[in-house]
């Protein structure tokens, strides 16, 4: 059986149940179920990005789940944009509680007051912490399995105390490297994206927004950077003791990443057969598949276990001995983007060889079994390499760069994103060109400058590339 990847909304709906990553048939909506399988991507995913929070000094915490509507209430521009979605409880047991908690949509009401009682002194900052938790929000759009959900459950934040405005751009560009990095492990390419005014995060002065493509050329939201100023503390007081002795409110940012990163991880590698995995981040790197003959069972079975057991000390590996025939083998394992297959038969025993298959490009070698443990390191990375290779032309594919509102308006149908150059008031400019076209304004590409080129819109002088595309 095969899951054609052209009609990608379908296949990813087959791959995620098939290959066992989630369940959504959990009978509350827009709330899924992560099986075993899809449980150890997440746990392989969620630690690269411990793992690069904690190198760049950010401490993981961990804040109870309601928020009193007190709290949430406090700044102004954040309830008037969470306001809406927002699940609350307001009984405890059989008596109506005095004040309604919300369950987190986010954090940043949830940790300020706490921010507000450590912060004394300068000393005290900056206080970087995040936390991997699950935040509710009441979509009323269509759901996704880990794409729109009423539960996010893996959802990373980060929140950020800082001394001036200048630190808390730095720390904006601290994170754009976590963040860099992150993508550019998991093999997911993206648009550094600053998004207009109308669509900044409630309560922000700046948002930046990394966007990727998925297959069917619609954009997919897989993480954000907030510059929150001074907003925040002014309404929660979070203030310090600068050298001078002077009360200064802090400034704040926070950064968010969800479980997209899994669902861009599935659709943007998968193909066909089902999962590619990356083997950084697959839960069996290598499946090892005996050939059994008859009459050769047993020194078929014997190399198999040994092969098991030398790679065991430092791969995840698995040794399919189940009585299902091996192209059922091949199949299952295919599907569930097993990087490595390692196939053992009676003849390849007899030559001292191995065949192997990689699943990123479907080729088959046979190595001399004594040179394995080199060869398997080196074709980890090459298939790292090529799966990262391949996901960055397809990207670049689907992007399509204007030069004029015609040449936009001929793409706009097309399952593209679209690029064009904008003058310095982009975000006005931006919005004329969404008005005439189906494709919605996204914002500015931060990593990609014109040079010599014209606004498409009032024909003054380009400084942006903007962005438009469908999106998730
Ligand atoms: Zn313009």
Redesign the pocket.
Same mark, same amino acid.
């Given at each position: 059986m095969e899951f054609p990847k052209e009609n990608f909304s379908e296949w990813y709906q087959e791959v995620l149940a098939s290959a066992e990553i989630v369940d959504n048939r959990y009978p509350v909506k827009g709330m899924l179920v992560w099986r075993p399988f899809g449980f150890a991507i997440r746990k392989h995913v969620t630690g690269l990005l411990r793992e690069l929070l904690d190198e760049t000094g950010h401490q993981e915490v961990l804040f109870p789940t309601l928020i009193p509507e007190t709290s949430l209430d406090k700044e102004a521009e954040h309830i008037k944009g969470f306001g809406g979605e927002v699940y609350w409880v307001t009984y405890g047991g059989k008596s109506p509680l005095d004040v309604k908690l919300a369950l987190r949509p986010t954090s940043e009401t949830a940790m300020y007051p706490m921010f507000s009682l450590w912060i004394r002194s300068h000393a005290d900052l900056p206080l970087k912490i995040y936390q991997i938790v699950s935040v509710f929000r009441y979509e009323t759009k269509h759901t996704r399995p880990l794409i729109r959900v009423r539960e996010v459950s893996t959802f990373k934040e980060a929140h950020c105390a800082l001394r001036t405005e200048e630190e808390a751009e730095e720390e904006m560009k601290i994170i754009d490297g976590v963040y860099k990095a992150f993508w550019t492990e998991l093999g997911i390419p993206f648009l550094r994206v600053q998004r207009p005014s109308w669509d900044k995060f409630a309560g922000a002065d700046k948002t930046i927004a990394f966007d990727t493509i998925m297959p069917n050329g619609r954009t997919l939201q897989i993480a954000t950077s907030h510059r929150l100023s001074q907003k925040f503390s002014k309404a929660f007081n979070v203030v310090y003791e600068d050298e001078n002795g002077e009360q200064k409110y802090a400034y704040l940012t926070s950064h968010g990443v969800s479980e997209r990163a899994i669902a861009a991880l599935i659709g943007v590698h998968g193909d066909n057969r089902g999962l590619v995995l990356p083997p950084e981040f697959a839960p069996v790197q290598i499946v090892i598949v005996p050939i059994i003959f008859k009459g050769k069972e047993d020194i078929v079975m014997k190399k198999a276990k040994e092969i098991y057991d030398k790679l065991v000390v430092n791969w995840r590996v698995k040794l399919d001995d189940s009585d299902s025939n091996p192209g059922d083998k091949f199949y299952y394992w295919e599907l569930r983007g097993v990087p490595i297959r390692i196939e053992i038969g009676p003849r390849d025993i007899q030559n001292k060889v191995l065949t192997i298959s990689r699943r990123d490009n479907l080729e088959k070698v046979q190595i001399p079994e004594d040179r394995l443990l080199d060869e398997l390191n080196k074709l980890a990375e090459e298939i790292h390499e090529n799966i990262k290779k391949r996901a960055m032309q397809e990207f670049k594919r689907k992007i399509v760069v204007a030069k004029s509102l015609d040449e936009i308006k001929k793409s706009d149908n097309k399952p593209v994103v679209i690029k064009a150059p904008? $003058?310095e008031?982009?975000e006005? *400019?931006g919005k004329k060109v969404e008005d005439q076209i189906s494709k919605e304004f996204r914002g500015i590409d931060l990593d990609d400058k014109p040079e010599g080129e014209k $606004?498409v819109? *009032?024909?003054?002088p380009a400084k942006y590339y903007g962005v438009w595309s469908n999106a998730y």
């Open positions: 904008l $003058c008031d982009w006005e *400019c $606004c819109v *009032c024909g003054k």
